[in-house]
């Protein structure tokens, strides 16, 4: 008899609630192994940077700060959609009870604005609107609003705020020895190293720098 009302019927709601609930945990492992990679990373580019400061290559000190940067804004994110998956998976647990109660799903301005959150997310993006889609079948989500859908990639403005972190990855990671540098050698920290400067300018501000840390 299930079986017939299955076919007859589509899934019944705990049905849909356990494979929806089956890919939130599906996708939260996804993304703690990416996290835990992007750990290993960052330990790796934190000694590679230490290294370039001492040799006084406050270039390539700086471009190795972003990719820290970037890589822990990357992990941050990764974390916070871990946890709107276990809100929306803790909302749905609600959703069947109040089935029990009215025998159908109920709109949630909750699980909508947690689901337009994580669309956001590349990784993600594929999986949450094909799962919005079935959800607003479901009567649980209204239709997905076009400017949610239409911001899924807003590298941009990581890269805006990785550029305004660097001085402070650096200067932490070197024990506010490249600020010093910096200070001393003009407007360093506010500014990428010109790759037209002057040889011999450059030169000096690598003499200058290597005197500072290995003091």
Known sequence: MKSINRWVYGPTPEEKVRAWQQKLRQEERQLER???????????SRSELKILAKKGDVKSARILAREVVRANKQKDRLMSSQARMK???MQLQHQLSMVKVTGA???????????????KLPQLNATMREMSMEMMKSGIMEE???????????????????????????FELTDGKLGQAGRVGGALPAQKVDEDEDEAESERMRKEMAE????
Do not use: G, P, Y
């Not at 990416?34 to 790796?44: G, H, P, V």
């Not at 799903?105 to 669309?119: C, G, V, W």
């Not at 899924?152 to 705020?161: A, G, I, K, R, S």
């Open 34 to 44: 990416e996290a835990l990679n992007l750990d290993r990373q960052t330990q790796k």
């Open 87 to 89: 809100s929306i998976q």
């Open 105 to 119: 799903f109920q709109k949630s301005t909750e699980i909508m604005k947690t689901t337009n959150q994580l669309i």
């Open 144 to 170: 997905m609003m076009e400017e949610t859908l239409d911001s899924v990639n807003d590298d941009e403005e990581l890269e805006q705020e990785a550029d305004e972190e660097v001085d402070k990855v650096l």
């Open 212 to 215: 500072l840390l290995s003091s």
